[in-house]
C-alpha cells in the first residue's frame, strides 16, 4: 500500500491561498490548491498543498509578509489520513 507525506498550510481566506500559490510557484516550489480535509478547521474552504522539505522557505516568505496560517503534516496510506499540526 502505497503512503504519501505532505505538508498542508491553511490559511484566513481563498484571496490569501490565490496569492501565495501563485508567489510560491514562481519561487520554485510545488505547491497546489486543494480543499481543506475535515480533519482540518480553517476559515477558508481551501488549503496549499506542499513538500515538507520547503516548510522552512514558506514560512520565511509568509513572515516577510506579515501572514500568519497553519502547517500541518498529512500522512495518506490507503483511504487512512493521520493529520498532525507542526510548528
Given at each position: 500500500?502505497r503512503t ?5 498550510l491553511?490559511l ?7 496569492k501565495?500559490?501563485?508567489e510560491?510557484?514562481?519561487?520554485g516550489l510545488n505547491?497546489?490548491i ?10 477558508c ?5 506542499f513538500?515538507l522539505e520547503?516548510r ?5 516568505h509568509m513572515d ?7 502547517f500541518?503534516r498529512?500522512?495518506?496510506?490507503g483511504l487512512?489520513?493521520?493529520?498532525e499540526?507542526?510548528?
Amino acid at each position: 500500500m502505497r503512503t504519501e507525506v505532505f505538508g498542508l498550510l491553511a490559511l484566513e481566506s481563498t484571496n490569501v491561498v490565490m496569492k501565495l500559490e501563485k508567489e510560491f510557484l514562481e519561487m520554485g516550489l510545488n505547491i497546489r490548491i486543494i480543499p481543506v480535509p475535515k480533519e482540518v478547521t480553517a476559515n477558508c474552504g481551501l488549503s496549499l498543498k506542499f513538500d515538507l522539505e520547503d516548510r522552512e522557505k514558506i514560512k520565511i516568505h509568509m513572515d516577510s509578509e506579515n501572514l500568519r496560517g497553519e502547517f500541518f503534516r498529512i500522512t495518506k496510506k490507503g483511504l487512512k489520513k493521520e493529520v498532525e499540526k507542526i510548528q
